[in-house]
């Protein structure tokens, strides 16, 4: 058993034949099949006291945590995810001996459970279903799902077939009221909550009254612009007139001229 996020030990023990068995060894886990399955971690020791050096390792996320010297092969695996269920082989090679490599026939099926969590929710439209909201859940076992309307009853849904084995989506059809919409995920973990917000917007009532005012609020702004233009061009055209007609304005003083004046 294992919990998505966390750890798990896959456990595995060996004996043989020999009395004794100080040579090398090597460490073989593989998922899927015995024998010719996809390896996923191998490691190597030159005598039992050696540390096993680690030749292969998928996604860095497997570690020996068995005691060679008593026979022991266990490796952990980290951080698991839903890849990581499988069903996995231990092998071990005691020689190059074809008669003296033991590998399991039955393997070890890891199992990984998970708390609830909303993946995705969201509303959409079409003409089939109308305004609809959508919520997607995932978790081990897969989570039951419930829906709540912004007055607090439960919703009957629709539960379209699951695109993953640990994931369930519900659709909730033809949404009548405004307000905020949850989607509830509960299974044996816990639960949790998403939610999503829903307003339609109509033509009519106090919601076409209100377009009105807005509208009305706009445009009394653009004519006090507008007038404020007006003025401030008005007084640009009054100052460059003054500034034509006045002589005394028109008198331009030149240091340059005034020193060529003087000059012989």
């Known amino acids: 058993m294992g919990e998505i996020g966390k750890a798990a030990t896959l456990p595995c023990s060996f004996s043989h034949p020999h009395k004794s068995h100080d040579s090398g060894l090597t ?9 010719n399955g996809t390896v996923v971690f191998k490691c190597m020791s030159e005598s039992s006291g050696d540390p096993c050096k680690t030749t292969i390792n ?3 996320k497997f570690r020996l945590i ?21 069903r996995y082989y ?15 026939k039955s393997g070890t099926w890891l199992h990984l459970s998970a708390h609830p969590r909303i993946v995705n ?19 081990e076992p897969v989570p039951s799902l419930l829906w709540i309307n912004p007055r607090n009853d439960q919703e009957d849904l629709f539960l379209p077939s699951p695109i993953l084995k640990h994931q369930r989506t519900s659709e909730l059809h033809h949404l009548r009221y405004d307000g905020k919409y949850t989607c509830a995920a ?3 973990h816990g639960k949790v909550e998403g939610s999503v917000y829903f307003f339609k917007f109509t033509a009519g009532g106090s919601s076409g009254m209100g377009y009105i005012i807005i ?13 404020m233009v007006g003025v401030v061009s008005y007084y640009s055209r009054a100052d460059d007139t003054k500034s034509i007609t006045d002589p005394s304005r028109n008198t331009q003083e030149s240091t340059y001229e005034n020193y ?3 000059s012989p």
């Open 260 to 262: 060529t004046q003087r």
């Open 186 to 188: 509960t299974n044996s």
């Open 66 to 86: 068995g005691n060679l010297r008593n026979n022991n092969i266990s490796i952990s695996i980290e951080n698991l995810t839903w890849e990581d269920s499988n």
């Open 58 to 60: 998928h996604m860095n």
């Open 215 to 227: 509208c009305a609020a706009l445009g009394a702004k653009l004519l006090l612009l507008f007038l």
């Open 121 to 139: 929710i969201s509303v959409a439209f079409d003409s089939a279903r109308g305004y609809h909201a959508v919520c997607t859940a995932e978790g």
């Open 90 to 104: 231990c092998r071990v090679e005691l020689s190059s001996d074809r008669h003296d490599k033991y590998e399991t």
């Open 27 to 35: 460490v073989i886990w593989r998922i899927k099949h015995p024998y």
